[in-house]
């Protein structure tokens, strides 16, 4: 008696079930005891690789020989290496401490914030490049790692999403250079954040095309890291649906400057999440066009000589014609609009004013808020008023 074969899709939804459900356990049952299912079984187990110090707590050691042993079976069977499309390397962001154990050799043992790569011998460096999977990966993520080589990052042909956070790149004379001939990446999803200039080497040098990128987050550390983001949003002005910008933490506050803000139209962006100076947004509305853009958030932040404290309203009276077209291009007349479809629009002024530890910083700080509430009100009639946004008809 025949039997016909299970049809490849339903193989394909089993598999993808199991895989949703980290069960990994029974994908690697069925891939030893059904031929049929082998390729599928190894492309979900081997999909993500991850290595990261979640807590304090975490045994390094074990990470460590986990990456070991993970390169071992790369090593024996190299086909497995090719099913890897996301890795995932460092000290996991937001862990709750910024002390964390890394122990190379019992008698080299540091407390450090972060992994260093500089520490590793070379049988761990090489099992680090080999569980990246070059050249198959889509997705990586770096957190926490210094000294990372700079091929760690632009070797792999097929990447689409690129995050680095408080990451350093190993760019010393003695690293070998880039490749003059290395290949494009188009880039789809980039984050970077806290990386002490990387941000503009990875703009320059790394050989990525951001024309086609569609979600874009930037915790930049300084000036150039705030202008090269912005660079970047205006190369990728046509694809680009999510933006984040977030400034430094400094006061007084850094801001782009009117010329790096010009980007004409973003046509595609849909939410945008920004910081800047008061000259700066009203630069940005004037100049750029959202046709598209549906929810926003926008800090102003006010600088020392913007704000009086002392008495009365807190605006000094040279603002107000740039804060009554801020809100005339937001929620005004809608022939003005640069953002006709916007349906949540979040606004939100930076004194740079400490409410202090004690009852009268506290006070202080409340009146002055109190304050500027009342006058923003008056400065934004057509914002408050909340009558804007797409016509019902639309």
């Known amino acids: ?9 339903i193989l394909f939804e089993v598999t993808r079930s199991l895989y949703k459900d980290d069960d990994h356990a029974t994908l690697s049952n069925m891939s030893v005891t059904c031929r049929a299912v082998l390729p599928l079984c190894r492309a979900r187990l081997f999909y993500s690789i ?5 807590t304090p707590a975490s045994n390094e050691g074990e990470v460590i020989t986990r990456l070991q042993n993970l390169d071992t079976l790369f090593f024996n069977n190299p086909i497995l290496s090719t099913y890897v499309r996301e890795f995932k390397f460092g000290n ?51 957190s926490s790692v210094e000294n990372v080589p700079w091929r760690f990052v632009t070797e792999p042909v097929q990447l689409y999403h690129l995050n680095v956070c408080e990451v350093t790149l190993d760019l010393e004379p003695t690293s070998e250079p880039p490749p003059q001939q290395a290949p494009q990446r188009s880039l789809k999803e980039f984050s970077y954040g806290f990386c002490e200039g990387t941000l503009l080497f990875l703009f ?59 980007i004409d139209t973003f046509s595609q962006l849909c939410q945008m999440t920004i910081d800047v100076d008061l000259p700066a947004i009203h630069q940005l509305l004037r100049t750029t066009s959202f046709p598209e853009l549906l929810e926003a958030s926008i800090g102003i932040r006010l600088q020392p000589t913007e704000i009086r404290k002392e008495f009365g309203a807190p605006l000094v009276e040279s603002l107000i014609p740039l804060l009554q077209d801020i809100d005339a291009l937001i929620a005004g007349p809608k022939e003005k609009r640069c953002m006709p479809e916007i349906c949540g629009i979040d606004l939100c002024f930076h004194t740079g004013v400490d409410e202090g530890y004690d009852d009268r910083g506290r006070a202080f700080f409340e009146g002055l808020k109190e304050r500027l509430e009342m006058q923003v009100m008056e400065v934004f009639p057509a914002l408050c008023s909340g009558e804007f946004g797409p016509d019902e008809s639309d």
């Open 92 to 142: 996991a962001p937001n862990s709750g401490s910024e002390l964390l154990w890394f122990i190379n050799k019992p008698e080299l043992s540091r407390l450090l914030d972060s992994l260093n790569w500089a520490e590793f011998d070379e049988e761990l460096k090489r099992s680090c490049f080999r569980a990246r999977a070059r050249p198959t990966l889509k997705k990586l993520y770096l």
């Open 1 to 9: 008696m025949s039997s016909n074969p299970t049809p490849l899709d």
């Open 50 to 54: 991850e290595f990261l110090l979640h």
């Open 204 to 262: 320059e040098r790394a050989k990525f095309d951001f024309t086609k990128l569609e979600r874009l987050n930037v915790d930049p550390d300084d000036m150039n890291d705030i202008n090269t983001g912005w660079a970047i949003a205006r190369i990728a002005k046509e694809t680009l649906e999510s933006f984040e910008m977030f400034p430094p933490d400094s006061y007084p506050y850094l801001s782009p400057d009117a010329n790096t803000i010009q």
